[in-house]
């Protein structure tokens, strides 16, 4: 007779009554619903069956040890640990850790539990006279758990299942993954894909993405075991493994896997994801070809207003889906359409169908249209969303729409909420873009200003960074109502996307109004996403969600080519450099040294980035320094430091803690441009870029010193409006 032993599965939060059900279905008994999931009774072989079977948990761990009580103290949980006879489960030579979960008086910090742990498991080796285990955080032999119940007491458990069960091994590390393939099977189970599939039914993934939800249900009618794909690695150096049962049971499974049979022979309806995106298309049927379900799958690229249901031989199917969430306003407005667009897809071709829908934004269900038959809370990371089943109705019919469905944008109609003025931006976008886009294209353009308030009711600017928008609005005049001014953005938005053809993902919006003090380089965010533009020879990294900024001035394009024109075996001092552009462009230009100048850590890490990106090595020629400028400029003076082209950008204004003193432009440019004027070489220039509402360059601060000049350097996609800064050529008299 088999001894019985108590295990522990976990599961994101809203999926432990799945899990629940599946585990009952591998043998499991005695199954308590717990918070993060499912505790269960079993042999050995359950909770193997469990490490091998499961598609919802996201680890299988056995309890080795319980404290029926509170912990009154830290001792107690090493006593705990202390009688557990380590050698049954952890041999001299192997490396371990100890995680800890929950709460208890006994510990102010889980990293002082997981230490007492610890602590016995080497004290109970040193006295028996074995040799000392080795602690490894990354990669350990054995993987620990310590959990802290409060006043029910404490439970040590061993991880049966390595890195986690959510990893199968099929998708690419570097793919964005908005879904767990844990959580994707999950969603499948409470759509009842396996009902659906045992009649032969379809399943559509419009927005498939990385195919995630796809390749899971495909994995599900070939009845493969997830541990077939990637095997649990956590017992197999648990020194009481037992390898000839894991062994039976892989055998089993690969006798049950059905991945090299014939879906169709087998009663398999289509299998289907689409995406709008051909490089997700692709990532997605890479990630197919790896977990050997391609020939169960079809991935194509179509756009969810142009697709109809895939033919069956049955009525009906099953639709799932996990939009984006829209977690910034651009991406909220633009998902708008997306929801317009997906429910009147399943009215005008999905009729019997079933349309499951994952969303972590309420208010935008409403666009769908639908009504709900069904609810489930589920959370996806952090992010609390619904899984909402729609069944739709065999003589659905589309929704009325207003406005003119024959108009390029016509059907954005219903969610516009000023069509008319949002007409003429839109054309007002296709005329500027019709101009711009070929010069763009032959200058190898990937960053630039597409419209910049040409319309008054509009006052936003939008910019295109390859194929993502940046819109800016403009802070609206107090005159303006408030319901007004978030009208027109969310108009903006709409139309911007629609003319320039941008997906939610890749829409950001900004609000601009005069920064004061610090403001101007606050963090607004912590996303991290990064990209690259192309500018002619030179690519630069641009971040477009974290800061005001994104990381290269666009209005500066021609400043930047100024400056590489003259840079040609010349030394260039970038004072202000932000992320070094002007620098970057310079030394591709062919400049015998460049000198970026900045107080910020981040900027002189991203202009290290852009100068890796160009292959260009800081070093002697190219130096990196993280100084206050005008202290720069003092200290240069008096090394008699010379160079022939000086680039300075000051910020308006700066009272960063690293200076000694504030900066205000209008104030102390004089005083910059004198000691600037020290550090030329004869035949040196100075170019000067003041960004300051009313600017006036102080003459008389310069006068004996520095001859001045105005540049027009206005690239062609400012030319539109008059420039509010100034651009001057300064060399010495």
Same mark, same amino acid.
């Given at each position: 007779? @088999?001894?019985?032993?108590?295990?522990?599965?976990?599961?994101?939060?809203?999926?432990?009554?799945?899990?629940?059900?599946?585990?009952?279905?591998?043998?499991?008994?005695?199954?308590?619903?717990?918070?993060?999931?499912?505790?269960?009774?079993? /042999?050995?072989?359950?909770?193997?069956?469990?490490?091998?079977?499961?598609?919802?948990?996201?680890?299988?761990?056995?309890?080795?040890? !319980?404290?029926?009580? !509170?912990?009154?103290?830290?001792?107690?949980?090493?006593?705990?640990?202390?009688?557990?006879?380590?050698?049954?489960?952890?041999?001299?030579?192997?490396?371990?850790?100890?995680?800890?979960?929950?709460?208890?008086?006994?510990?102010?910090?889980?990293?002082?539990?997981?230490?007492?742990?610890?602590?016995?498991?080497?004290?109970?080796?040193?006295?028996?006279?074995?040799?000392?285990?080795?602690?490894? &955080?990354?990669?350990?032999?054995?993987?620990?758990?310590?959990?802290?119940?409060?006043?029910?007491?404490?439970?040590?458990?061993?991880?049966?299942?390595?890195?986690?069960?959510?990893?199968?091994?099929?998708?690419?590390?570097?793919?964005?993954?908005?879904?767990?393939?844990?959580?994707?099977?999950?969603?499948?189970?409470?759509?009842?894909?396996?009902?659906?599939?045992?009649?032969?039914?379809?399943?559509?993934?419009?927005?498939?993405?990385?195919?995630?939800?796809?390749?899971?249900?495909?994995?599900?009618?070939?009845?493969?075991?997830?541990?077939?794909?990637?095997?649990?690695?956590?017992?197999?150096?648990?020194?009481?493994?037992?390898?000839?049962?894991?062994?039976?049971?892989?055998?089993?499974?690969?006798?049950?896997?059905?991945?090299?049979?014939?879906?169709?022979?087998?009663?398999?309806?289509?299998?289907?994801?689409?995406?709008?995106?051909?490089?997700?298309?692709?990532?997605?049927?890479?990630?197919?070809?790896?977990?050997?379900?391609?020939?169960?799958? &079809?991935?194509?690229?179509?756009?969810?207003?142009?697709?109809?249901?895939?033919?069956?031989?049955?009525?009906?199917?099953?639709?799932?889906?996990?939009?984006? =969430?829209?977690?910034?306003?651009?991406?909220?407005?633009?998902?708008?359409?997306?929801?317009?667009?997906?429910?009147?897809?399943?009215?005008?071709?999905?009729?019997?169908?079933?349309?499951?829908?994952?969303?972590?934004?309420?208010?935008?269900?409403?666009?769908?249209?639908?009504?709900?038959?069904?609810?489930?809370?589920?959370?996806?990371?952090?992010?609390?969303?619904?899984?909402?089943?729609?069944?739709?109705?065999?003589?659905?019919?589309?929704?009325?729409?207003?406005?003119?469905?024959?108009?390029?944008?016509?059907?954005?109609?219903?969610?516009?909420?000023?069509?008319?003025?949002?007409?003429?931006?839109?054309?007002?976008?296709?005329?500027?873009?019709?101009?711009?886009?070929?010069?763009?294209?032959?200058?190898?353009?990937?960053?630039?200003?597409?419209?910049?308030?040409?319309?008054?009711?509009?006052?936003?600017?939008?910019?295109?960074?390859?194929?993502?928008?940046?819109?800016?609005?403009?802070?609206?005049?107090?005159?303006?109502?408030?319901?007004?001014?978030?009208?027109?953005?969310?108009?903006?938005?709409?139309?911007?996307?629609?003319?320039?053809?941008?997906?939610?993902?890749?829409?950001?919006?900004?609000?601009?109004?005069?920064?004061?003090?610090?403001?101007?380089?606050?963090?607004?965010?912590?996303?991290?996403?990064?990209?690259?533009?192309?500018?002619?020879?030179?690519?630069?990294?641009?971040?477009?969600?974290?800061?005001?900024?994104?990381?290269?001035?666009?209005?500066?394009?021609?400043?930047?080519?100024?400056?590489?024109?003259?840079?040609?075996?010349?030394?260039?001092?970038?004072?202000?450099? =932000?992320?070094? @552009?002007?620098?970057?462009?310079? !030394?591709?230009?062919?400049?015998?040294?460049?000198?970026?100048?900045?107080? /910020?850590?981040?900027?002189?890490?991203?202009?290290?980035?852009?100068?890796?990106?160009?292959?260009?090595?800081?070093?002697?020629?190219?130096?990196?320094?993280?100084?206050?400028?005008?202290?720069?400029?003092?200290?240069?003076?008096?090394?008699?430091?010379?160079?022939?082209?000086?680039?300075?950008?000051?910020?308006?204004?700066?009272? /960063?803690?690293?200076?000694?003193?504030?900066?205000?432009?209008?104030?102390?440019?004089?005083?910059?441009?004198?000691?600037?004027?020290?550090?030329?070489?004869?035949?040196?220039?100075?170019?000067?870029?003041?960004?300051?509402?009313?600017?006036?360059?102080?003459?008389?601060?310069?006068?004996?010193?520095?001859?001045?000049?105005?540049?027009?350097?206005?690239?062609?996609?400012?030319?539109?409006?008059?420039?509010?800064?100034?651009?001057?050529?300064? @060399?010495?008299?």
């Amino acid at each position: 007779m @088999s001894t019985t032993l108590r295990f522990f599965a976990t599961a994101a939060r809203g999926l432990v009554e799945v899990l629940e059900t599946e585990l009952a279905a591998l043998g499991a008994s005695d199954l308590v619903r717990l918070p993060g999931g499912v505790a269960f009774a079993g /042999s050995l072989e359950v909770g193997y069956r469990a490490c091998l079977w499961s598609r919802v948990a996201g680890r299988v761990l056995l309890e080795i040890a !319980a404290a029926p009580a !509170a912990l009154h103290s830290p001792d107690a949980l090493y006593e705990l640990a202390l009688d557990v006879d380590w050698a049954e489960h952890l041999a001299g030579e192997r490396s371990f850790c100890v995680d800890v979960s929950g709460k208890s008086r006994a510990f102010d910090n889980p990293q002082f539990a997981a230490l007492r742990v610890k602590d016995a498991v080497v004290d109970q080796r040193r006295a028996r006279g074995a040799s000392r285990p080795r602690v490894d &955080t990354d990669r350990p032999d054995v993987r620990l758990h310590a959990h802290l119940d409060g006043d029910a007491g404490a439970r040590l458990l061993l991880d049966l299942s390595g890195a986690g069960l959510h990893r199968r091994g099929y998708r690419d590390s570097k793919a964005r993954a908005p879904l767990r393939e844990t959580l994707a099977a999950a969603l499948l189970l409470l759509a009842e894909w396996p009902t659906h599939r045992a009649a032969g039914r379809p399943l559509l993934d419009p927005m498939c993405g990385s195919g995630t939800l796809v390749i899971e249900a495909a994995l599900l009618a070939a009845d493969t075991a997830p541990g077939l794909l990637s095997e649990p690695a956590g017992m197999l150096r648990w020194s009481g493994h037992d390898p000839a049962l894991w062994r039976r049971l892989l055998d089993e499974a690969a006798e049950r896997d059905q991945r090299a049979g014939t879906p169709k022979r087998l009663g398999c309806g289509p299998i289907v994801g689409r995406d709008v995106d051909p490089r997700a298309v692709r990532a997605a049927e890479a990630s197919a070809q790896r977990a050997g379900v391609a020939d169960w799958t &079809t991935f194509e690229r179509v756009a969810i207003a142009e697709g109809s249901a895939p033919r069956a031989h049955v009525r009906g199917g099953l639709l799932i889906t996990n939009p984006p =969430y829209g977690q910034r306003l651009g991406h909220l407005t633009v998902l708008e359409r997306l929801y317009l667009e997906l429910g009147d897809a399943l009215r005008a071709h999905f009729g019997g169908w079933r349309a499951f829908v994952l969303s972590g934004q309420r208010e935008l269900t409403s666009a769908l249209g639908l009504r709900a038959a069904r609810r489930h809370r589920v959370f996806n990371g952090a992010i609390e969303c619904r899984l909402l089943d729609y069944p739709i109705e065999e003589d659905a019919r589309p929704r009325h729409r207003d406005g003119d469905g024959d108009s390029a944008h016509g059907k954005l109609a219903p969610i516009l909420r000023s069509a008319e003025q949002a007409k003429s931006f839109a054309n007002r976008l296709r005329k500027n873009l019709q101009a711009l886009e070929p010069w763009a294209r032959s200058s190898n353009v990937e960053a630039y200003r597409v419209y910049d308030s040409d319309i008054p009711e509009f006052a936003v600017a939008v910019d295109r960074y390859g194929r993502r928008l940046c819109i800016s609005e403009y802070a609206a005049p107090r005159s303006v109502k408030r319901e007004d001014a978030e009208a027109r953005l969310h108009d903006a938005i709409l139309v911007a996307a629609e003319v320039l053809d941008a997906r939610a993902d890749d829409v950001y919006v900004k609000v601009r109004s005069r920064q004061r003090g610090a403001q101007q380089y606050e963090r607004l965010a912590e996303s991290g996403v990064f990209f690259v533009v192309r500018e002619g020879r030179a690519r630069f990294r641009v971040n477009l969600g974290d800061y005001l900024d994104t990381g290269l001035f666009l209005d500066h394009r021609d400043v930047r080519a100024y400056l590489a024109e003259r840079a040609r075996g010349k030394r260039l001092l970038n004072l202000f450099s =932000y992320t070094a @552009s002007a620098s970057v462009v310079a !030394a591709l230009a062919g400049a015998k040294q460049t000198t970026s100048v900045d107080m /910020s850590n981040t900027y002189q890490a991203w202009a290290r980035e852009n100068f890796t990106l160009n292959r260009l090595e800081i070093g002697a020629a190219h130096r990196l320094e993280r100084e206050d400028c005008l202290r720069f400029v003092e200290q240069a003076a008096a090394r008699r430091r010379r160079y022939d082209l000086i680039f300075c950008n000051p910020p308006s204004f700066s009272n /960063s803690k690293r200076m000694r003193e504030a900066f205000d432009i209008k104030r102390d440019h004089g005083a910059l441009l004198r000691g600037a004027a020290d550090l030329l070489a004869p035949g040196g220039e100075i170019v000067f870029a003041a960004h300051a509402r009313g600017f006036q360059l102080d003459e008389a601060a310069i006068a004996g010193r520095l001859q001045h000049e105005p540049l027009a350097l206005v690239p062609r996609d400012f030319a539109r409006k008059a420039r509010t800064y100034t651009i001057l050529r300064l @060399s010495r008299v």
